[in-house]
């Protein structure tokens, strides 16, 4: 089994976000970002990201196309937003993402990056992570203090299952109940839209 971190670079200054991820050797980051770029936290934005990665002796891949959790195509939205994981699972542009993720995994100490610091809500947890884990992979998430959490603890830390009805992370779901917890829909979905 090889182990995969997680980190979100929520509003962290740049130092703050390079001492995480010297505190935990991490020399790869894969961004999963669907779009790369912040408003609130530009310093994360794609091309100065990756070069302050390339300085600190980083690698820096995208694979947002693939693996980001805001896809282009309605079809892997509900009616209210929601992103549908399990559609998205069986994308085989995500599946490629998947494998070349997977391939780097056992050679390097690799964070997958998103922007949210809480993965308990974070696509690079609910579905990322599943699948990863599904492979046989351990996830530990690196949180804003610097400390690691499993899934397991961040599901205990909520006392209950995760919300808008989406049970423990490794229970079964069918394709349609797999979803992001929030709307997450690029653009407004109409009430009277027929998408599933």
């Not at 993402?97 to 100490?109: H, K, M, N």
């Not at 998430?141 to 006392?159: C, N, P």
């Amino acid at each position: 089994m090889s182990t995969v971190y997680t980190i979100g670079h929520s509003a962290h200054t740049w130092e703050e976000f390079a001492g995480l991820l010297a505190g935990h050797q991490v020399n790869v980051i894969v961004d999963i970002r669907s779009a790369p770029y912040s408003r609130f936290a530009p310093q994360f934005d794609r091309e100065g990201l990756q070069r302050k990665l390339t300085e600190s002796g980083i690698k820096y891949i995208f694979l947002g196309a693939e693996l980001g959790g805001r896809p282009a195509d309605p079809a892997y939205y509900d009616k209210n937003g929601h992103a549908l994981y399990g559609r998205m699972k069986s994308d085989p542009a995500f599946m490629k993402g998947i494998e070349r993720l997977e391939r780097g995994i056992a050679p390097f100490r690799v964070a997958l990056l998103c922007g949210e610091e809480d993965p308990a809500h974070c696509h690079r947890r609910l579905l990322v992570g599943r699948v990863l884990a599904e492979h046989g992979h351990e996830l530990l998430h690196i949180r804003a203090d610097g400390r690691l959490q499993t899934d397991a603890q961040i599901t205990a830390e909520s006392g209950k299952p995760l919300e808008s009805g989406q049970p423990a992370l490794f229970a079964e779901l069918d394709e349609d109940q797999w979803r992001s917890t929030a709307s997450v829909s690029r653009k407004k979905v109409p009430a009277s839209s027929s998408a599933h």
